[in-house]
Nanobody, 123 residues
Framework: QVQLIESGGGLVQAGGSLRLSCAAS????????MGWFRQAPGKEREFVAA????????YYADSVKDRFTISRDNAKNMVYLQMNSLKPEDTAVYYC????????????????WGQGTQVTVSS
C-alpha cells in the first residue's frame, strides 16, 4: 500500500508563494504518474500538475502554468509543488496523488491519495 502525506499548506496573501510537500512511502509503482489536485468549496476536484516517474516531462493545468512547479527529490522520497504568484482563486485543499497509468490529468485514474492540505490565499 502506498501512503502519501501532504504538508506545507497555510494562509498567504495574494502574490505570495508557498511550497507543498508530499512524503511518499510504500511500494514504488513503475510506469505510473504522480500529481497534485485541488478542490475548492463547491467545486469538483481538479487537476493541477503531474509527471511520469519514468520521464521528466511535466504537465500543468492552464490555470497554474508558469506559476506552479512540480518537482521531486528521489533521495528523500518527496514530491513538491512550488506555488508562486498565488491568487485568491488558488484557495483549495490540495491533494497529492499517485498510481495513474493513463490519462494522468484525470483524478479518477489515481489509486492513492493523501489527506490533503489547506491553502488559503487572501485578497
Amino acid at each position: 500500500q502506498v501512503q502519501l502525506i501532504e504538508s506545507g499548506g497555510g494562509l498567504v496573501q495574494a502574490g505570495g508563494s508557498l511550497r507543498l510537500s508530499c512524503a511518499a512511502s510504500g511500494r514504488t509503482l513503475s510506469r505510473s504518474a504522480m500529481g497534485w489536485f485541488r478542490q475548492a468549496p463547491g467545486k469538483e476536484r481538479e487537476f493541477v500538475a503531474a509527471f511520469w516517474w519514468s520521464g521528466d516531462n511535466t504537465y500543468y493545468a492552464d490555470s497554474v502554468k508558469d506559476r506552479f512547479t512540480i518537482s521531486r527529490d528521489n533521495a528523500k522520497n518527496m514530491v513538491y509543488l512550488q506555488m508562486n504568484s498565488l491568487k485568491p482563486e488558488d484557495t483549495a485543499v490540495y491533494y497529492c496523488a499517485a498510481g495513474a497509468r493513463t490519462n494522468i490529468i484525470v483524478a479518477a485514474n489515481y489509486a492513492y491519495w493523501g489527506q490533503g492540505t489547506q491553502v488559503t490565499v487572501s485578497s
